[in-house]
């Protein structure tokens, strides 16, 4: 049953249209908190509608309403708790465990199916960098789909972040395949120049501003580099693209862009998009 047709009876005709479609499930069936976007005009039935959440779904123990954007390095939201409870659980993923507490950390269980798309392209005995990793879940994904993979150096500002991924690593018994490290992007990747055969630059709002570090970080054997950005329409690549030519001009790496991809929405006629970058 969909959440509009459990909580209509209880909502003025002329505010259906815009009860959530949907809401983001982070957790198992050990425990699960729900996410959710209600409008200003439905402040009178969030309660009604973070019930009817949780009886669509017996895991859920909490229910948080979004206020907001993301916000600040850590790039998080701000929750009013409209059903307490705890908030850190254990995601499951294409057989893999995610813990995390998504008040604390970033996290979104939307990009899934961006992380496989990634670990399919990654071949064995590779070196990865994985920038702006906050609790691992790309480099879980990696080993998960290409257990060769040499190693996997993940960066993380968010202290809080950087423990739920060294706690991560431990339960799905990939100690040894990726190394956790606290720190600043910009600092740490000064240690991996010319030492990497894939970077990850999962940051959207800003991986533009370290792109040079991370064509730098590619081996001169050559290597990919996934860079991630916002893309407006109507050129919804074209901003992206142009700073990837200037970028590699000015760090003089020759680079080819081998893959678009828009990950997903991100606001009105914008989205998160992806960049998949061959240097040579
Ligand atoms: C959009 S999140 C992506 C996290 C993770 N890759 C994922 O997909 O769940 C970006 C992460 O980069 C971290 N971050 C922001 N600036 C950073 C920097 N300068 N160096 C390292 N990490 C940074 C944030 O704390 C946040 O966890």
Do not use: W
């Given at each position: 049953?969909?959440?509009?047709?459990?909580?209509?009876?209880?909502?003025?005709?002329?505010?259906?249209?815009?009860?959530?479609?949907?809401?983001?499930?982070?957790g198992s069936r050990?425990g699960a908190?729900?996410?959710?976007?209600?409008?200003?005009?439905?402040?009178?039935?969030?309660?009604?509608?973070?019930?009817?959440?949780?009886?669509?779904n017996k895991h859920v123990?909490?229910?948080?309403?979004?206020?907001?954007?993301?916000?600040?390095?850590?790039?998080?939201?701000?929750?009013?708790?409209?059903?307490?409870?705890?908030?850190?659980?254990?995601?499951?993923?294409?057989?893999?465990?995610?813990?995390?507490?998504?008040?604390?950390?970033?996290?979104?269980?939307?990009?899934?199916?961006?992380?496989?798309?990634?670990?399919?392209?990654?071949?064995?005995?590779?070196?990865?960098?994985?920038?702006?990793?906050?609790?691992?879940?790309?480099?879980?994904?990696?080993?998960?789909?290409?257990?060769?993979?040499?190693?996997?150096?993940?960066?993380?500002?968010?202290?809080?972040?950087?423990?739920?991924?060294?706690?991560?690593?431990?339960?799905?018994?990939?100690?040894?395949?990726?190394?956790?490290?606290?720190?600043?992007?910009?600092?740490?990747?000064?240690?991996?120049?010319?030492?990497?055969?894939?970077?990850?630059?999962?940051?959207?709002?800003?991986?533009?501003?370290?792109?040079?570090?991370?064509?730098?970080?590619?081996?001169?054997?050559?290597?990919?580099?996934?860079?991630?950005?916002?893309?407006?329409?109507?050129?919804?690549?074209?901003?992206?693209?142009?700073?990837?030519?200037?970028?590699?001009?000015?760090?003089?790496?020759?680079?080819?862009?081998?893959?678009?991809?828009?990950?997903?929405?991100?606001?009105?006629?914008?989205?998160?998009?992806?960049?998949?970058?061959?240097?040579?």
């Open positions: 049953m969909r959440l509009k047709d459990l909580v209509k009876d209880k909502i003025p005709p002329e505010l259906h249209q815009l009860i959530p479609t949907s809401f983001d499930i982070v050990q908190v729900a996410i959710v976007e209600i409008p200003e005009e439905l402040e009178p039935y969030k309660h009604i509608i973070a019930e009817a959440i949780m009886k669509m123990r909490a229910v948080l309403r979004r206020v907001g954007g993301r916000k600040g390095a850590y790039r998080l939201y701000d929750y009013e708790v409209l059903i307490p409870g705890p908030t850190e659980v254990i995601h499951k993923e294409h057989g893999y465990l995610i813990k995390v507490d998504p008040v604390k950390v970033y996290f979104s269980p939307r990009d899934h199916s961006d992380r496989i798309d990634i670990a399919q392209q990654v071949e064995p005995g590779e070196a990865v960098l994985y920038l702006f990793a906050g609790v691992g879940p790309y480099a879980i994904a990696i080993c998960k789909i290409q257990p060769a993979v040499r190693i996997i150096h993940a960066v993380e500002l968010n202290p809080v972040a950087v423990n739920y991924m060294i706690e991560n690593v431990r339960i799905n018994k990939l100690k040894g395949k990726i190394v956790p490290i606290e720190g600043d992007a910009r600092v740490v990747s000064k240690h991996f120049y010319y030492k990497s055969d894939r970077v990850i630059m999962t940051l959207p709002l800003g991986a533009h501003e370290y792109l040079e570090d991370g064509l730098l970080c590619i081996s001169r054997r050559g290597g990919i580099v996934h860079f991630y950005h916002i893309g407006k329409e109507p050129d919804i690549f074209g901003e992206a693209e142009k700073i990837v030519y200037e970028t590699a001009q000015r760090v003089k790496r020759e680079v080819e862009i081998i893959r678009r991809k828009i990950v997903r929405d991100y606001a009105p006629r914008m989205y998160k998009i992806r960049l998949d970058i061959y240097v040579k």
